[in-house]
């Protein structure tokens, strides 16, 4: 089982190298990198690639690590009892299975995708560290112990907002995802949009990349965005010129929304075209 990327997913060498080494030392594999690089995307490729079932647990601010585990709903088998409900007899009927343990029960070797872990409290990832590391949990309403049947392929994705836990991290094998070169965003283009006239390409690369590197931005455009617009420029018919003369120091790029997401970034290039004009005059 060796993950080699997909159609679909353009997986740079050290990124699949550091799949595949995950999966031999059967440790996480924690994902960092910026918002829209691929990183959740990787675990569903990762299961396609490998013929794997996927599980996902999308982390919010609010979820508690025995979320993944397992919930007891007490409150529902009180009004059950109070009701004379037969169910009440049977506590099973009562427990939510977690993420974890449908990944720990899971009949094929499955994909558990743990996606952005630091939005949670930090305590979070303490507290998975001991069922992560022997991959078994204890249900204490039941007296049962969960034991993966096989330990799954577990990937844990972070956007960097807060630091993880030394011994958190001790326990994972760790790749960061850096922003794609022009060379690979126009192998990955290519995947989203066959047959795309190189001249447009070549342009809105150009304007693209140009547009990350304006001093001041607050939030420099992704990948998941370069495609948005690209997706917009070839609906909308725009000619590579435009983009051409589209450069962040004259004018604000065209179909900017897809790029630029908030007010701060659009005054800044508001600013830098009236500049532009000022000085032509």
Not at 52 to 69: D, N, R
Not at 113 to 118: H, K, R, T, V
Request: contains cysteine; negative net charge; charged residues 30%.
């Amino acid at each position: 089982m060796r993950f080699e990327g997909t159609d679909s997913y353009i997986a740079t060498e050290d990124l699949r190298v550091a799949v595949n080494a995950a999966v031999a030392l059967e440790r996480p594999l924690l994902v960092k990198g910026e918002p829209g690089t691929g990183k959740t995307v990787l675990a569903q490729q990762v299961a396609q690639a490998l013929g794997a079932p996927l599980i996902e647990w999308h982390v919010k601010s609010t979820t508690k690590a025995q979320q993944g585990l397992y919930e007891y709903d007490a409150v529902s088998r009180l009004r059950d009892s109070q009701l004379g409900d037969e169910r009440v007899k049977d506590i099973n009927n009562y427990i939510r299975k977690g993420k974890l343990w449908e990944a720990f029960t899971a009949p094929v070797r499955p994909v558990l995708l743990i996606d952005e872990i630091d939005k949670a409290d930090i305590e979070f990832p303490n507290d998975l560290l001991l069922e992560l590391d022997r991959m078994e949990f204890f249900v204490y309403e039941t007296g049962e112990n969960v034991r993966a049947i096989q330990r799954p392929i577990v990937i844990i994705t972070s956007n960097n907002e807060k630091d993880l836990p030394d011994a958190f991290l001790r326990r994972c094998f760790f790749h960061f995802i850096k922003f794609p070169d022009r060379e690979t965003m126009t192998e990955i283009v290519e995947v989203h949009f066959p047959g795309l006239k190189q001249r447009l390409l070549r342009e809105a690369l150009t304007l693209f990349y140009d547009v990350r590197d304006v001093p001041g931005l607050k939030k420099k455009p992704s990948t998941s965005e370069l495609i948005d617009w690209i997706k917009l420029l070839v609906n909308e018919d725009v000619d590579p010129e435009t983009l051409r003369q589209g450069d962040t120091g004259k004018l604000i790029p065209p179909l900017h929304g897809a790029l630029l997401k908030n007010e701060q970034d659009v005054h800044l290039f508001e600013r830098l075209a009236f500049m532009a004009r000022r000085e032509r005059t």
